[in-house]
């Protein structure tokens, strides 16, 4: 039996993973819970493990997957896996190739999605618009319209799960709603993943890591490119 704030909190994360197939950060589970400090949710996520609802990946910061949903939320999660439901995270062992990292079920089909070089989670770098290779990722992570593949560069998004190293796939677009992790075009030239947020007539450029200042900008000076709808890791 869950208390009202561990109800509360496994079906915010699991609502977010849905939505965006990244896991909340831990500012964001304290907000959204209307808790005082992040070691309230430490407290709520350690029940939730214990009572074996969630599991935290080893060594990601931020990573944590859905094991069950309370009796009462089991058709939602049903309906999800049916529809072929998978952790944000896909993970494989280092050196297997894309297709070694798919699920093995005959019935999870995959699409073949180009990487398009990397994206700075952290100082921007240059934007890479040449196809460097492909993976494969499951239609489960695959919504409608265009999507493509940038590998992470840099430590400025770990609490919202994303690791140097991971690949993330983006949806291509060119708007963005207040809070949405987008690839941000700057100046024209550099490109970097950062949560989006608009301030009045500006745009800011929000990392997840405090050692990481917000960039404001003008809104003339940020294109999105796209938004951020799964990750996929090895390791």
Request: proline letters at 5%.
């Amino acid at each position: 039996m869950l208390t009202r704030k561990q109800h509360e909190l496994l079906m915010f994360i699991h609502e977010r993973v849905k939505e965006s197939g990244v896991p909340p950060s831990f500012d964001e589970m304290k907000d959204a819970l209307d808790l005082r400090s992040k070691s309230g949710i430490h407290r709520l996520i350690s029940a939730l493990e214990e009572r074996g609802f969630i599991r935290r990946l080893p060594h990601r910061a931020r990573a944590l997957e859905i094991l069950k949903l309370p009796e009462s939320s089991q058709p939602s999660l049903a309906a999800n896996r049916a529809k072929g439901f998978s952790p944000s995270v896909i993970e494989g062992s280092r050196g297997k190739t894309s297709r070694d990292l798919m699920p093995s079920s005959q019935e999870e089909r995959s699409l073949t999605v180009s990487v398009m070089g990397r994206i700075a989670a952290g100082t921007p770098i240059e934007a890479l618009q040449e196809e460097s290779h492909q993976v494969d990722v499951p239609m489960s992570l695959i919504g409608s319209g265009e999507h493509y593949a940038l590998e992470v560069k840099g430590d400025s998004m770990i609490e919202a799960g994303i690791l140097d190293g991971d690949t993330v796939l983006i949806q291509r677009c060119d708007t963005a709603t207040s809070g949405d992790i987008v690839v941000a075009l700057v100046d024209g030239y550099e490109a970097t993943l950062k949560r989006l947020r608009k301030k009045g007539d500006s745009i800011a450029l929000e990392a997840a890591n405090p050692a990481y200042e917000t960039r404001i900008f003008g809104p003339d000076r940020v294109k999105v490119q796209g938004k951020l709808v799964g990750l996929l890791r090895r390791y």
